[in-house]
């Protein structure tokens, strides 16, 4: 336990050194301000000008979703940039053969930030939510938050060769959370094209109030989380 706690250290040390990643941990408060103050302005501004009673405000629960993942998924993003800067510089390598060895090193990369990220999002979201969420939503948006970004953090760990690639992998890999959008503009049955993507599903459960939609997120989020943690494995 004590090798897991002084390699997160470490880790957070550093983060402090490198500025863009130091900010991106700071980023879901700076998000959580545009969402809760600037976008209900945007929505007066636009309402007002077009004389209609509502722009934006019927996906205010589409923001909540997407901030929520935001949240998450930063901390994971940060945890990966990491991971990848330790693997170009081959010390990964060394730690493993230290009383660190594998599993504390996956656990003070992934578990601790992963559980820094659900605590962070429980915070934040009643902060800054934008429609009535229940204790048990926010919970379920939280948890199911860090499994996506846990599920970015891996997409980037498996498919990137080093950190310039990793930054180009987290922008495509952010792509998985706009999952969440379908449901509210395609009311067809071709959404569940992209049913496999478990932020489709907490899209779907927020949209129609079902908490039971959010069982398939998490058991895609879990089969995903499997199929990259193993190629990960392989890479380290």
Not at 86 to 102: C, G, H, N, Q, W
Not at 197 to 204: D, E, Q, V
Request: aromatic share 14%.
């Amino acid at each position: 336990m004590k090798a897991i706690r002084l390699s997160f250290f470490q880790m957070a040390a550093t983060m402090r050194r490198d500025m863009m990643l130091f900010v991106s941990c700071f980023s879901p408060i700076l998000a959580g301000f545009f969402f809760r103050f600037a976008i209900p302005l945007i929505e007066s501004a636009l309402t007002d000008s077009f004389h209609i009673a509502a722009i934006i405000s019927p996906y205010y629960k589409l923001v909540d979703i997407l901030f929520a993942m935001l949240s998450s998924t930063m901390f994971c993003f940060v945890s990966a940039m990491i991971s990848l800067e330790e693997r170009d510089e081959k010390t990964a390598v060394y730690l493993f053969i230290t009383p660190l060895r594998k599993t504390g090193y996956i656990v003070a990369r992934f578990g601790v930030p992963s559980a820094i990220a659900f605590l962070a999002t429980i915070i934040l979201l009643p902060v800054f939510k934008l429609t009535p969420l229940s204790p048990l939503t926010i919970l379920l948006l939280a948890t199911g938050g860090t499994l996506q970004g846990m599920i970015v953090a891996l997409l980037v760990l498996t498919i990137s060769s080093n950190k310039l690639e990793g930054m180009a992998v987290t922008k495509l890999s952010t792509l998985t959370i706009f999952g969440s959008v379908i449901p509210f503009f395609i009311k067809s049955d071709i959404q569940y094209v992209i049913s496999p993507l478990p932020s489709f599903w907490i899209g779907k459960a927020i949209l129609e109030n079902m908490p039971l939609y959010m069982l398939p997120a998490f058991v895609l989020s879990a089969m995903w989380i499997c199929f990259l943690f193993k190629r990960y494995l392989r890479k380290i």
